[in-house]
């Protein structure tokens, strides 16, 4: 895809595009006045401007990896009622995070081995201020997702972004090949955002096997609930056994929540106890506690089984029904799909969105398609059809 590519300054995140002009590199430099215009309004802009989006106000977003099912009962109905204390600061927190390892199986990594935070995105930052000085490195594939870029310039650090294979997965030889001695940490992001390639376990076994043990590898896990396919890596079995190896989860996809603002670090007691020390105090909010909390009773957890099975029924149909539109698609572990138009990425973009369907192009890395409900998937497959017969 990309060449190597080192950076010390900041790109945009998931919400927006990468941001390599001038005005985020002013507002990356330091030393230089920011801008009048507020970093939201640049944002935005760019956005709109790189995509040369149009959307109308009934256009659907379908752009973020979001889930598409709104929040189930047991969680609008437990922020409702914890509404009435929010004059008090959170409590809860050493609950959420010791159902959160039950949940997970993972209570043999030792007590406190679950650690939240606002958004499993802030928690990146938190893994790159804990590990890093300024000018040690952060590494991680290219493409993927974009905030890692952000998290090595919170602590000072390089950021190392190492080309994927053709095929959107991590290129884990070259990722070796490329530690240095100021390698802190490296953050494996599987299944891939954007490509959905995930990691085979045994690769990642050979790969460890060649990372030193003061470097952290981090798994993000955060669609890892999406990838069904034999011999994905499993990432609580590598925490276990290796030192040095975290699993970092969110609360914005399988369970839906990204508004909420939920994530967590699964690892050793020693390396989340190193995260809690510079963690925001209260980060973590009393409905964001709760909503957790209500997540994970035996009944919520079913309703979002079958919302997991209708997701994947969906990915199926619509990989199948693009590649016989004649589309090349990256097979997808995840709950998007990056299609393959090169150069016409944006334009498709543009295409769908004057359509009412909203997706993010990465240049000529493809366009992704965030997988919703049934209804809004048959009008992007019906976008997807009209493109091709215009492009014929
Ligand atoms: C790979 C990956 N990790 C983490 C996140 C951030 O999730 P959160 O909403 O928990 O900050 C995203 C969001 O899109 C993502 O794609």
Redesign the pocket.
Known sequence: MTDLLVSDTTTD???GTTATGTAAEALAAPGTTAPAVPFRSIHSHLTQRALRLQPTSTAVRAA???APFTPIPAVTEAIASAAAGLNLYPEGIGTLEAKLAAHHGVEDLGEGCVVV????????HNLAIATCDPGDEVMFGWR??D?YFNAAATAGAKAVAVPVLDSGALQLEAMAEAITDRTRLIVL?TP???SGAPLMHADVLDFLAKVPSNVLVVL????GEYATAEGVVDGFALAAQFPNVAV??????FFGL?GL???YLIARPEITTGIRRISLLSGVSTLAVQAGLACLEPASVAEYEERRRVTLAERTRIESTLVDQGFTIYPSQANFILIDLGEKSDDFAAFSAANGVIIRSYGEDGARYSIMLPEVNDLFLEITEKWQVEQA
């Open positions: 995140t998931e919400t973020y990896n979001e935070s606002p958004g499993s995105g802030f928690m990146l993927s997702f905030a992001c891939n955002n954007p993000d896990d955060a669609y970092l989860k969110t609360f914005s996809k990204a603002r939920l994530g």
